[in-house]
Structure formats: C-alpha cells, structure tokens
C-alpha cells in the first residue's frame, strides 16, 4: 500500500494511469483507490499547520476526470450518493462486493469492507486493490450457483433505483402529523384516568415493575411469569389477561397509542429534512428473504391494521401538483405458492378469477361458494396464509380463537383439497435439508444449518423457514424486479413520475396529475408482466393526494 499525502500525488498517480480501464475505490473507512490487484494508494492527510486542506470533493474530482470505464467498489448506493453530493458525473459501476456478499451469504451479510477482507481474503488491511481479487473470486462463484441474473438484471440496477428513492425522498404534510400528536395525546391521557380509575390509584403505566404489581399484588390477577424486575407484563401476558379485568385491554391500548405516537408520529415529526421531506435510507443487503428493509427512519413497519397506524399514512402526501399512485400486489405470495406447488386446485381458483379465500372456505366447510358465511371465509383467509409460514394446528387456534383439535381438522381438510400444496411443503424441507439451502425461483439461496440442529426448537423453525423462503424470498425478488422495470419504463415514456417508497408487496409514484391515469396503467402493466407464472399475477393501482388515499 501507497500512502499518499497531499491532493498533488493524487493527481500525479491518476495522470499515470492516464484513461483506466478499472478504478477500485473504498470511501470508508479512510479514502483508497487501485488500478489493479498490485498496488492500492491509501490518502492520508498531513499532519503539519502547511498541509493544504483536501476533501472528498477534491479527491474525487482528480480520480474521476479521466472517467474509468468501470468501477469497483464495497458499496455502490453510498458512492452514488457521494457522486451526487459532490456534482461528480457518474461512471458504470461493475462490482459491488457488499451485494455479491450478500447474494452469497445471505444469513449473515458483511457489514463492512474490512470484515469481507478479512473473511475472503485473510487479510487484515482492507485496501482497495483487494476488490480485483475479490470480484474473481465472489463473480465466479455467483455463476457458478446460478446467481448471476439476481445480481446483473436484479440487485445491481436496484441500488440506482434505490439511490434515486432517497435522494427525490417523499413529501410529508406536517399539520398532519402535529394534529395526530395531539389526538393520540389527548387519547393517553383518556386511557390513563380510565386505568387508574381501575387501578385504584396512579402509577407509571409503563412501568413493568409497577403494572406489575398492580396487576397482580392489588387486583389479583394470576401472574403469568417473572423476571429480573418483578412480574412480567409483556404482550403475551397481557393478551392472556385480557379478559379476566377491563383494566388490561385499556392498558393494551395504551401501550399501543404511546408506541405509535413517540415512534411514528414524533419520529416522523423530527426526520423531516429541510425540503420538507422524509429522506430514509433503504437497506438492499440485510434480510435473508431478499426484502428490502429501511431505516432512519423506519417505513416499513409502519402500523397499518389498526385505524391509528392507517392515520399515520394521511402525512405521506404527493409534491405540489402531484398525485400519489400506489399499486400492490394481489395476494403474491399465495399465487406463488399455487405456483411453487403446482396444485391444480389452488392454480384453478387463482385462474378462475374467484375469491381464493371464498374458494377455499366451499372446500374446507363442504359449502355452496354463494353460501359461505364472513367467519367461514376468515377461517379459510388464516389457513391460506397460515399455511404459507408453516403454521401449526396450535397456531391456527390461537389466531382464530377455536380449539386445537378444530383448527387440526380445517388444516386437515385444506390439505385434502390441496394435496399439491401438502406435497410441496413435505418435498422442500427434504429438498433443503438435502442442498443446505432454500431457494426462490430466480436462485437466491439462503442456507438452512437449522435443519441439522439437534435441538428441536431450532429444528423447527428451520422448517418453517425452508417452507416459507422459497415463496416469501420470490416475492421479494419480484418486487425487485418490478422496481427496476417501473424506473425504466417511467424515464422510457417520458413520463416525470418517481418512484418514493416500496413497502412489502406496494410502490407509490409521486407523478404529476396530468400523468396520474397513464403512471397507474404502466405500473400495472409491469408489476403484472415481470414473471411468468401458472397464475396470473395481479396489480392493482389507485391515486390520490396521500398515501393513505391510495389504499
């Protein structure tokens, strides 16, 4: 490694290699840059009162006036962002060794250059000309699992979409916000009198230890399970509670609307940036599944089956002039998984164009479709998507609320009905168990060493997970790939629409209003067009000037 000192042997290193052909560059930690696996060159910034001044900007405007025809880097989204943030003109980027990684090992993905250094490479100085190695050895290694697709037409082209996501940032309405604080407000402060009024007297509601001892030593409630602080009080406990006094479902309530209000509302209140805008920042290489998370803040957990969570989205609202176009999937991961298993049954209800759910409830009760009652179809709802995560007839029980051996006999029955699906589900954990992995339909693998644990626990979820990653993960990777098709096909029409936020199985497009009608048909069109599959997949677009009227 070279340590360079000052802008000037910089400059003097890039005008040797003159038009490169390969630029390998790390930003952090520190600031490394190679031409090739030989030699990497390490910027250092002198440690006397002469030393000029050098920053980011500077050092890369030298490295990039000669434009590389092509870049390696460790994360490909932050160095379009530092592109971006110092007006350098981008150039193609060809590896990116965090999404190789992550493709790679995705049940423990790097966090960092110097871990994948350390971990490939046994070396402990993570410099740039180690991504020449790394890139043999990671790209050859992707192909030879049949990972390619997922990394050249999936992951790579994402993390521009995703750069561009967090830059445009979505708009949010703050009187909203602020009105919401204070209905959810006003609403603890209802909640706290209705619980001490029940209490007897007033304590910290959010206090473990005090709730409690309330809950147990003052009211007599049966306790549940203890902890270092005294009585637990946890969700399960509570839920378990619920109906031996009215004070535990306003405590519940409680609870809920002070989570609400302190994480989403107060929290959404203190990240809106200066544009007006809430700029969070996707994570592409954390879940196994392949799912896109974000952070700072967090919009993918935002509550939405309850009508407090389904408030929180009246803030998230188009730029002036605009519309907000949202499109989700219908039911993807069910029509993946009457994909995944062939069972003509459930491939026929999807093709018939009837109601999965009602379909199902004829044929788990033996009743006429037109005679299916609202609890029949609820019951069957639950068993459907129950059964894409490997539920038990214990856990179907507890969700709808009927005896264990009930919900035994509805799970008994659907399999009957869809033996396809038994089938599958008895075949990929075997298959998985087997490879060492699970896999989607487009090849992401995520490993399953649970399956070869000797602890029964552990065994189990591996179960679960190698039924569920196969559909769970291919949703994923369709939602990807409808992204990246949605960009393009945005840009290719000349339409001004940007993707703002993916969340679960949904896109929302901040276009102008003239072009609301045409962005809804494009985004239908590819959302639907992106995989071939036994079924039909189903997107369905609507707009309106927030978030929440677009559901």
Known sequence: MVALTSLDAVREVAQAHGQAQ?????ITPGFSFAYDGQTSYQFTMGDTLFDEPVIRKDLLEVLFSSKPSKVLTFDKKALLHAWREDGIEPCPVAFDAMIADYLLSSNHPIDSFAALCFERLNSKAPTAGLLFPLMDMMMGELREKGMGFLYDEVEMPLADVLFSMESVGFALDRSVLTELHEAFSRRQTELAEQIYEQAGERFNILSTK??????????????????KTGYSTDSDTLDALKDRHPIVPLITEYRFVAK????????????????????TSFKQCVTATGRISSAEPNLQNIPVRTAEGREIRKAFVASPGNVLVGADYSQIELRLLAHISGDENMIDAFNSGADIHRRTAAEVFHT???EVTKEQRSAAKAVNFGIVYGISDFGLAQNLGIPVKTAGSYIKRYFERYPGVQAYLKNIVA??????????????????????SSNYNTRSFGERVAMNMPIQGSA????????????????????NGRLVLQIHDELIVDAPAAEAEATA???????????????????????????????
């Open 22 to 26: 390969a630029l390998a560059l790390i």
């Open 210 to 227: 005090q709730l409690g001892t309330i809950l147990v030593e003052k009211l007599g409630l049966p306790p549940q399970k203890k902890n």
């Open 260 to 279: 609400v209000d302190a994480t989403f509302v107060e929290g959404l209140l203190k990240s809106i940036a200066a544009d007006g805008r809430v700029h």
């Open 368 to 370: 006429p479709f037109d």
């Open 431 to 452: 298959q998985a168990r087997e490879k060492g992995f699970a896999e989607t339909i487009y090849g992401r693998r995520r490993p399953m060493p649970e399956l070869k």
């Open 476 to 495: 994923a990777d369709i939602i990807k790939i409808a992204m990246v098709h949605v960009d393009k096909a945005l840009q290719d029409a000349g339409l």
């Open 521 to 551: 048909r494009l985004m239908e069109a590819c959302m639907e067009q992106v995989a071939d599959l036994k079924v039909k997949l189903i997107a369905e677009a609507a707009t309106g000037q927030s978030w929440y009227d677009t559901k």
